[in-house]
């Protein structure tokens, strides 16, 4: 992963998944104040893109609108399941390897992280294919246990003794317990 250390094809590679998310939630959303409201959401994570600023926020948001376009391209167009697979490790690959590279975790563990953190979230977003539940309330779960997964990062991994890591594993149930009970289950 050594052609990443580059800032600029970081934040190209970055921008073409910004864009592309996008314009797949918008063509697989019927909902258009949802629509509206990515879209505008899209254009500051945009800028800290390219700022190299807010390194969980543009993961966290890149992993929800990366999981809704996988989502729509599984159940709407009913691409194979092992090219959704193989796009989802690429994604979130290259996401926590971005995540890494600000975070400054160097060596073997990087590699450890990145295969432990890739696989989590692909086995997240194949049980959560089984579940007849709303494809945003999936990506949602999955945005999540991205942010499950940085707090782990920017918590234990540096052993920071200021920031605790339960606070994060506290906020991450409850939201999955809110979207849980909130979901329309069934259709």
Do not use: H
């Amino acid at each position: 992963m050594a052609f990443l250390k580059s800032k600029l094809l970081r934040r190209i590679i970055l921008t073409l998944i910004l864009l592309w998310a996008t314009i797949a939630f918008w063509f697989l959303n019927d909902i258009f104040s949802i629509n509206i409201l990515v879209s505008v959401i899209s254009l500051p994570i945009l800028y800290l893109v390219w700022a190299e600023k807010s390194t969980n926020l543009v993961l966290i948001f890149l992993s929800f609108v990366s999981a809704f376009a996988l989502y729509g391209f599984l159940f709407y167009f009913n691409l194979p399941l092992w090219i959704i697979m193989l796009a989802s490790v690429l994604i979130y690959g290259f996401l926590f390897t971005y995540l890494e590279q600000k975070l400054g975790i160097l060596g073997r563990k990087r590699l450890v992280y990145l295969l432990l953190f890739s696989l989590l979230i692909l086995e997240l977003f194949l049980i959560l294919s089984y579940f007849l539940i709303n494809p945003l309330n999936r990506s949602l779960i999955i945005a999540l246990a991205a942010y499950l997964l940085s707090g782990f990062c920017f918590t234990i991994i540096p052993d920071k003794k200021t920031n605790s890591f339960s606070t994060y594993v506290t906020l991450f149930w409850m939201m999955i317990a809110v979207l849980l009970l909130t979901s329309s289950w069934g259709s």
